[in-house]
Nanobody
Framework: QVQLVEAGGGLVSAGGSRTLSCVAS????????MGWFRQAPGKEREFVAA?????????????VYADSVAERFTIAGDSAANTVLLHMSNLKPEDTAVYYC????????????????????WGLGTQVTVSS
């Protein structure tokens, strides 16, 4: 399994922006689908965004977003830094949650890219709180 460490959470005002980062322990990004999920208090963990390796860079891969964050969030990868980023803009109070980074082997994950069960490595999460 890949070790994942998230960072970048914190308190932000509604309408503001925040960027989360996820650093992976090994340089084998091409084998993985990288995803972001979130879990609000009392709710199930839900899919936010995912990105697949594009052959040579992350920018050539596929990105998938939850409807609730499309047009506001952007997922991007930096293979040189073993890092996946989640750029969040126009944040809303309902975006408040613990955000988790996840990795799943590409062959196993693509068909169920929005499902938590498709990912086998998880970070410990970073809290994002959006105040109204």
């Amino acid at each position: 399994q890949v070790q994942l460490v998230e960072a970048g959470g914190g308190l932000v005002s509604a309408g503001g922006s925040r960027t989360l980062s996820c650093v992976a322990s090994e340089h084998t990004f091409s084998a993985y689908v990288m995803g972001w999920f979130r879990q609000a208090p009392g709710k199930e963990r839900e899919f936010v965004a995912a990105i697949t390796w594009g052959g040579k860079t992350w920018s050539g891969g596929i990105t998938v977003y939850a409807d609730s964050v499309a047009e506001r969030f952007t997922i991007a990868g930096d293979s040189a830094a073993n890092t996946v980023l989640l750029h969040m803009s126009n944040l809303k109070p309902e975006d408040t949650a613990v955000y988790y980074c996840a990795a799943g082997l590409t062959a196993q994950t693509l068909g169920a890219i929005r499902r938590t069960a498709a990912y086998d490595s998880w970070g410990l999460g970073t809290q994002v709180t959006v105040s109204s």
